[in-house]
């Protein structure tokens, strides 16, 4: 049995304009929010990077690991989310590519 989704009981016949405006920035915000664990993702990375490359003490490396390791599920997670919005979007637009009736 598939769990209850946030987009289930809508009906995409019956969206007016507002509405599909509405899905737009929701879909922009998806996207906005990718951009942002991927940055967050890289910056944990390369921090993790410096430590463990410029600062010379055993438990540096093993921050430097930790940070780069973190960083990385960061990023897995983030790239999950954003797959599992958008064919939520694309469920509910029945569209094939995630493209609504904005065109972008």
Request: charged residues 20%; glycine residues 12%; positive net charge.
């Amino acid at each position: 049995m598939r769990r209850h989704e946030p987009y289930d009981d809508i009906d995409p016949d019956t969206l007016i304009a507002r509405d599909w405006l509405a899905l737009s920035r929701s879909r922009l915000a998806n996207e906005r929010t990718l951009l942002a664990y991927i940055r967050t993702s890289l910056s944990m990375i390369g921090l993790g990077a410096i430590l463990a490359k410029w600062i010379e003490h055993p438990s540096a490396l093993v921050g430097g690991i930790v940070l780069g390791g973190t960083g990385v599920f960061v990023l897995i997670v983030g790239g999950v989310r954003f797959v599992q919005e958008n064919r939520r979007y694309r469920r509910l637009t029945n569209q094939p590519n995630g493209l609504g009736t904005d065109g972008f």
